[in-house]
T-cell receptor
Framework: QKEVEQDPGPLSVPEGAIVSLNCTYS??????FMWYRQYSRKGPELLMY????GNKEDGRFTAQVDKSSKYISLFIRDSQPSDSATYLC????????????FGPGTRLSVLP | DSGVTQTPKHLITATGQRVTLRCSPR?????VYWYQQSLDQGLQFLIQ???????AKGNILERFSAQQFPDLHSELNLSSLELGDSALYFC?????????????FGPGTRLTVL
């Protein structure tokens, strides 16, 4: 079993839909959680960063962490065709000297 | 454009060879990270440097080494190359060394080992 699991997709949704992307993990030491967006042939870019359990909202994006279930989610409201990309979750146990572990990514297509 | 530059963009070489990938961080950033992305392994963290010193090590093979120079640019050296080393290698930089310091990724170097 991989340390971080993520449904690879592809996930296709119509424009305006609410998108839910998820990751599960096995290492209970993970404390810091991130979501990255990666467009084709580009480097990843950070979307959201959360520490420990709870919710964080930024515009159309909401990140949720449930440490008891070892489950994190990213919700995208009012999805746009420009949101079409691969979404990677990442996590690390420490805020210093961190060893990031990434999920395999979910490919999302938002259809106009 | 993230402000992080990587050279070369593409590299084709043969098994057993050695290559050097170069990264220039954004102006003012002290941390440099190296990542490997392949279809079967996904994105893997290799190593982090902060202001010239190694700060964290991930899944970096012994055949690979990196350093950060006084002008803060970094190089990743890959030796005794194998077919499985073919991948996209990303460099990222951030202003600090803590996890909440946002990392900005470069465009990557695509390495093909034949």
């Amino acid at each position: 079993q991989k340390e971080v699991e993520q449904d690879p997709g592809p996930l296709s949704v119509p424009e305006g839909a609410i998108v839910s992307l998820n990751c599960t993990y096995s290492n209970s030491a993970f404390q810091y959680f991130m979501w990255y967006r990666q467009y084709s042939r580009k480097g990843p870019e950070l979307l959201m960063y959360t520490y420990s359990s709870g919710n964080k909202e930024d515009g159309r994006f909401t990140a949720q962490v449930d440490k008891s279930s070892k489950y994190i989610s990213l919700f995208i409201r009012d999805s746009q065709p420009s949101d079409s990309a691969t979404y990677l979750c990442a996590m690390t146990p420490r805020d210093y000297g961190q060893n990031f572990v990434f999920g395999p990514g979910t490919r999302l297509s938002v259809l106009p | 454009d993230s402000g992080v530059t990587q050279t070369p963009k593409h590299l084709i070489t043969a098994t057993g060879q050695r290559v050097t990938l170069r990264c220039s961080p954004r102006s003012g950033d002290l941390s440099v990270y190296w990542y490997q992305q392949s279809l079967d392994q996904g994105l893997q963290f290799l190593i982090q440097y902060y202001n010239g010193e190694e700060r964290a090590k991930g899944n970096i093979l012994e055949r690979f080494s990196a350093q950060q120079f006084p002008d803060l640019h970094s190089e990743l050296n890959l030796s005794s190359l194998e077919l499985g080393d073919s991948a996209l290698y990303f460099c990222a930089s951030s202003v600090g060394q803590l996890v909440y310091n946002e990392q900005f990724f470069g465009p990557g170097t695509r390495l093909t080992v034949l």
